[in-house]
């Protein structure tokens, strides 16, 4: 096996972090699932991190900075570092997100800027 990448197998579970299990060095990516009518039990905020979310099943609400979001399977949504943000499942469907959080104003070459070709 080469040293050049790690997989891993993602099982069912309420929420499963990636940074340790694929030993991540320039983010951090959770997989989350909420029953119908459940939500995360905190509003929270981040000093550095921006969050990417793309909805993967289900339907539910975001509440960021008060404001609520509709979110639906198909969803991407970036929320800022600083805004207070919480997460619901619908009372009729359950929610299965995906979280990608990394360092928000930090990436300086993406898609074909960083690949070479060989």
């Known amino acids: 096996m080469s040293n050049n990448y790690k997989k891993v197998n993602v099982q069912e579970d309420a929420r499963v972090e990636l940074h340790d299990a694929l030993g991540l060095t320039g983010a951090e990516i959770s997989i989350n699932a909420l029953p119908a009518g459940a939500s995360v039990p905190f509003v929270h905020a981040h000093k550095q991190n921006e969050e990417i979310y793309g909805i993967l099943e289900g339907e539910g609400n975001a509440m960021i900075d008060g404001e609520i979001i509709t979110l639906t399977a198909g ?12 997460f619901f499942a619908s009372r009729k469907s359950p929610i299965k997100y995906i979280c990608i959080q990394v360092k928000a104003n930090s990436l300086e070459q993406y898609t074909a800027t960083d690949a070479e070709i060989f």
């Open 75 to 86: 969803d991407w949504l970036r929320i800022s570092p600083s805004a207070k943000r919480q």
